[in-house]
């Protein structure tokens, strides 16, 4: 049994490191007979209905509903997690909590149909006691209070007294899949830390939230089905599922209090303490913002390495508000500028040696957190801005309290936290509704809620029963890797409209599976085959292909001629011309990412990718923008391999054999213990389930049509190949042609020539724009006192110019300036309904009127907003028809800077 520890250089007593603790636990259940399962992607496979993998049973949730099988019948793994939505969002918490997190590290030990309570009770013990070394006067287990079962084994079998063996309710101590499914009772493993650390009462117990318990571990002993009446039925083969997080192991076993006193998190601390100067463990607030930092460095770290991007939706938004939420404490704590990249770099560095992924993305780590920094900053400096016309507008409507829904929408469109917000405020003597900004929030984490349904199945799960007591378990065979027809399959099932049906008639719409099928199902970004079926009195048109749980293949057809019945025998044709078309592409996804990653680096990861029959779609992650040269290079590179015509070599293997030899896992795949690799030797070797061609010479040519970035740290390659590509450079070149005709210049000379064309364009723009100033300057100058006005002694001019472009207005806002000596300059202009403005003071006056303050308040009446500084600031709004009442408001404004 391996207990690799390192001892306490102090005390001379074993030190337990975090990676020892989590290899002792994968070690001692790999001796008795469970297979170590990498751990999965934060990115959940084939499960719409998470945001992220949340738990370590998600990567096995198919295999425990009984709609897969692995080799193995007992597993332990090591689990990426993170509790940032739903139920389990621990987001709030983190930071003023010293155990909880987002991102965290799930050990554990699962059983699929073999051993059961007994076993589990067991091991979890000697694993804790034996193996760790922990007392077991300091462990308490708590059961079900219904589950008799459990209670009597840990008396008998583990022999622990009655006075640490507590019952709990179903709240605590029973576990459920969803509504319905598979749940059971559960078993809780607690820590004591002793009476002096608890609250004193005699009661005091796991279930007491006082600090003196910690949970180590939850043992799940999987054995009902719930249906939706709540009515348990016992199943045939009941699992077990559990879970202990790694951070409290590590902290107990280290002797710590905080999870963030281990050495899983103090080098991120000890490097945010020497940024800012701060001492760790001296302040509380300091301690909550480096909490913080820690353990979204760690997230940050994570997430981008596993290929999620900050963006304004879905798990890119989650990434984009946990650095966003970092910087915010860092800034508590006196942090300027941008650090969060730094503490990420200090993630990979210290957990690189477990997860080579980090690794592998450290530079688009680095780059990527650094460039959001550098755009939360600018985005908090529009926020403030903002305010500051805020400020004004509330306080000329007499108030004194700045709206809960104008202060959420500052911390959700322009990011600038309500903490800001407050100071601001109170800088101004005004105070924020908060009950009003919180019911804001509220709004909008139900809306995002019911934004995230990440797809559902079209099939409800019952009927996905029925098709499997119709057609028998194993699925379909797919044959569409050796022949594209198949004459004699079955029809095992009919549906329309998502029920089951027995028969579809001519003109009707459905679905059918089939017990053998040519046809690919859509999956790894590959469409669905189209095709035709045909029996003896009637043939249909089949329009795509989908994949079902279980491993069943549903074809969705419309029936053209006769009827279709279940039990038929039919002919299943697959489309090759349009099949040809789809390998080529896939083949050549393939032969891009390998060109992307030798140019680019191997920080490159596939994140996202469509294989259809007229194109290919590939999203990868990479920090900046494919230069044209290394575009056309990586044309060369796949076109050469095209050449050169290399055999793809496709064959089955061991996951872990194929990992080892180098093979790549693409995003949006879900694979399993045996998995089919495809090698094109010394190119490209991947994991795939996809179609391909045999040699690459069958793609015929490779053509690139666009690149472009698709959120922070994604770009996105589209490309054509075969007839397509040579369409396309056919294409290109005739347009080439009637460029070279239009200028009668030679193809060398264009670039050149549209140089001095575009030269000359400009040049005749800026004589025309000065044209326009110097006219507009010239009509105002003749009206300045005529149109101005006095406000407190102050000169106030406001008029409506037009055809100028933004900085024609500036331009004239200064020329005005200049001629008025002393005053505020407010000009406005329409555009395509629109309404633009700018407004000017003088700098002798800048001290007692803000432009940016007056923009804001005249922006409002059109509709919009804007910024600025003191002396210039400029504003646009979707009302153009309300501009003169704008223009009209102007002296208004200004009085309530004055006043």
């Avoid at 508000?321 to 200090?346: C, S």
Wanted: proline content about 3%.
């Amino acid at each position: 049994m391996s207990t690799k520890r390192e001892q306490d250089k102090n005390t001379g007593a074993r030190f337990w490191g975090a990676d020892d603790v989590r290899q002792q636990f994968l070690d001692y259940f790999a001796e008795r007979g469970h297979t170590v399962v990498p751990s999965s992607s934060l990115i959940p496979r084939d499960d719409p209905t998470l945001l992220f993998t949340n738990a370590g049973m998600n990567q096995f949730k198919e295999v425990f509903l009984c709609q897969e099988q692995r080799p193995y019948s007992r597993a332990a793994s090591s689990q990426k997690c993170m509790r940032v939505s739903g139920k389990h969002n621990d987001l709030e918490n983190v930071g003023p909590s010293t155990y909880h997190h987002t991102f965290f590290e799930m050990l554990g030990n699962f059983s699929f149909g073999d051993y059961f309570k007994a076993e589990a009770i067991e091991m979890g013990w000697e694993l804790l006691t034996a193996c760790y070394g922990l007392p077991e006067e300091s462990l308490w287990a708590s059961v079900y209070e219904e589950d008799d079962e459990a209670f009597d084994l840990w008396r008998t079998l583990v022999g622990i007294s009655e006075s640490r063996l507590v019952r709990l309710g179903k709240k605590e101590n029973f576990w459920a899949m969803g509504e319905t499914g598979p749940c059971g009772p559960c078993s809780e493993l607690h820590f004591d830390y002793g009476e002096e650390a608890g609250c004193g009462r005699p009661e005091c117990g796991p279930e007491c939230e006082c600090g003196r318990f910690v949970e180590l571990w939850n043992l799940v002993f999987m054995q009902f089905n719930s249906d939706a009446e709540g009515n348990l039925t016992p199943l045939p083969f009941p699992n077990i599922d559990t879970g202990a997080g790694l951070e409290r192991l590590a902290a107990v076993l280290q002797g710590k209090r905080s999870n963030y006193d281990t050495d899983l998190f103090m080098p991120m601390i000890e490097a945010t303490a020497a940024r800012s100067g701060r001492a760790f463990g001296e302040n509380a607030e300091t301690d909550v913002a480096m909490r913080v930092i820690a353990d979204h460095g760690r997230a940050t770290a994570f997430l981008l390495a596993d290929g999620v991007s900050p963006a304004n939706e879905g798990r890119g938004y989650v990434l984009r508000r946990l650095i966003r939420r970092a910087v915010r404490f860092g800034m508590t704590i006196g942090l300027e500028g941008p650090f969060l990249n730094e503490v990420a770099g200090v993630v990979v560095d210290r957990m690189s040696s477990s997860y080579q992924v980090l690794e592998q993305g450290r530079e688009l780590i680095h780059r990527v957190t650094l460039a959001e920094e550098e755009r939360f900053f600018q985005t908090l400096a529009v926020g403030a801005q903002m305010f500051e016309q805020l400020a004004v507008q509330v306080k000329q409507s007499g108030a004194d309290t700045i709206p809960g829904e104008e202060a959420f929408r500052l911390y959700d469109t322009h990011g600038l936290p309500l903490e800001l917000t407050r100071e601001f405020a109170e800088d101004h003597g005004l105070t924020v509704d908060e009950v009003a900004f919180e019911r804001a929030m509220q709004q909008q984490r139900e809306r995002a809620r019911a934004a995230w349904k990440g797809g559902s199945a079209a099939i409800a799960g019952s009927v996905l029963d029925e098709i499997r007591g119709r057609a028998g378990e194993g699925g379909s065979t797919f044959l569409g890797y050796q022949q594209l027809d198949v004459e004699d399959a079955v029809v095992r099932a009919l549906l329309q409209d998502s029920e089951l049906v027995d028969s579809l008639s001519a003109g009707d719409s459905g679905a059918m599976v089939a017990d053998r099928t040519p046809f690919y199902a859509e999956s790894g970004g590959q469409i669905g085959d189209q095709g035709e079926l045909r029996t003896e009195g009637g043939s249909a048109r089949i329009l795509d292909t989908q994949r079902l749980p279980g491993g069943w293949i549903l074809h969705l057809l419309e029936v053209e001629k006769g009827t279709l019945r279940q039990g038929d025998t039919v002919e299943l044709r697959v489309n090759e011309q349009r099949h040809n078309r789809t390998i080529r592409n896939h083949t050549a996804t393939h032969l891009l990412h390998a060109a992307l990653r030798e140019q680019l680096g191997e920080h490159v990861k596939q994140a996202g990718s469509l294989v259809a029959p007229d194109r290919l779609r590939f999203d990868f992650s990479h920090y900046g923008p494919v230069t044209h040269e290394q575009i056309e290079e990586l044309e060369r590179q796949v076109n050469e391999v095209i050449r050169r015509d290399v055999p793809t070599q496709i064959e089955e293997m061991d996951q872990a054999k194929a990992l080892e030899r180098g093979a790549l896992a693409f995003f949006g795949e879900k694979y399993g213990d045996e998995v089919r690799v495809v090698n094109v030797p010394g190119v490209s070797m991947e994991l795939c389930g996809g179609t391909h061609v045999q040699a690459t010479g069958q793609i015929g040519a490779f053509f690139i049509t666009h690149e472009e970035s698709v959120a922070a740290g994604t770009r996105r390659i589209e490309a054509v190949t075969g007839r397509d590509a040579i369409e396309q450079s056919q294409h290109r070149r005739g347009v080439l042609r009637k460029v070279m005709s239009e200028l009668r210049t030679g193809e060398e000379e264009i670039p050149a020539q549209l140089e001095s064309l575009v030269e000359r364009l400009k040049s005749a723009e800026r004589e025309v724009e000065r044209l326009r100033v110097k006219l507009a300057s010239e009509q105002a100058s003749e009206s300045l006192d005529a149109l101005g006005v006095e406000v407190d002694g102050v000169k106030v001019v406001a008029r409506e110019v037009e055809d100028l472009d933004a900085s024609g207005l500036r331009n004239l806002v200064d020329e005005l300036k200049a001629k008025l000596g002393s005053g505020v300059v407010v000009l406005g202009m329409r555009r395509g309904g629109k309404a633009q403005l700018v407004v000017g003071v003088t700098a002798d006056l800048a001290d007692r009127v803000s432009a940016s303050a007056v923009v804001g308040t005249l922006a409002a009446v059109v509709g919009g907003g804007g910024g600025g500084h003191k002396e210039l600031a400029q504003a646009g709004g979707p009302d153009g028809d309300r501009l003169d009442e704008a223009l009209q408001k102007a002296p208004e404004a200004v009085a309530g800077q004055l006043g």
